[in-house]
């Protein structure tokens, strides 16, 4: 995959914390920050199908009433 640069800015506590972490897991800044956003975009994708799961237990009979008759689609 291509990569691409970003540039941010942190307070220092901050910059020296990702250094910290990522040294301690024998990986770069770079490769931490990187794995971060990935694992938030994960839990964002979780946190989704969670919410669309919870609407869909609470709109169920709903939904049942107004198309649990018809045959023209998937169920």
Known sequence: ?????L????DEA???TARERASQRGISVNR???ELVQQDEGENG???VQAAADFM???????EEE???R???PR
């Open 7 to 10: 540039n941010v800015r942190v």
């Open 71 to 73: 045959s023209d689609g």
């Open 32 to 34: 931490y920050i990187e």
């Open 1 to 5: 995959m291509a990569k691409t640069q």
């Open 57 to 63: 237990r609470r709109y169920e009979q709903v939904f």
């Open 46 to 48: 979780r946190a989704f």
């Open 14 to 16: 901050t910059a020296e």
């Open 67 to 69: 198309f649990g008759g």
